[in-house]
């Protein structure tokens, strides 16, 4: 049984404009790392901790970001951004939350779970690609990851 293919960028958003969008800008940005989209919260946990027909994937060491949504169906962002920081497996993978919501407890919430950073998505699309542009940049290029031994 041939092991899944590693997924380096994690975007977890269910608008399909925005992750149109989101992968022309990286694509833009010359990003050419393994990107996997998951549509809402269930699929992203699902993929990020092996389960279902992810059963095969490796988590730890593989995803270098997650790109996530707060405003996500089955799932919410805060539940999936929860589990991410609880899980010994999975806590030290940033997490950018990557939405519309400007919701003053939505940010607080976001940061007291552990986000690396909260980003709210720009209505021009000119200004959306940039915002994750740079952010997929730093977060893949700049960012320098603890090692962790497997």
Known sequence: MKEAKAVEILLIEDNPQDVELTLRALGKAKVTNSIHVARDGAEALEILFGEGSDARRRISGA????????????????????RIKSDPRTKLIPVV?????????DIVESYRLGVNSYIVKPVNFERFAEAVQKAGLYWLLLNQPPHVDE
């Open 97 to 105: 939350v990557l939405t519309s919501s400007r919701e003053q407890s």
């Open 63 to 82: 995803t270098k970001v997650v790109l996530l949504d707060l405003k996500l169906p089955k799932i919410d962002g805060l539940e999936v951004l929860k």
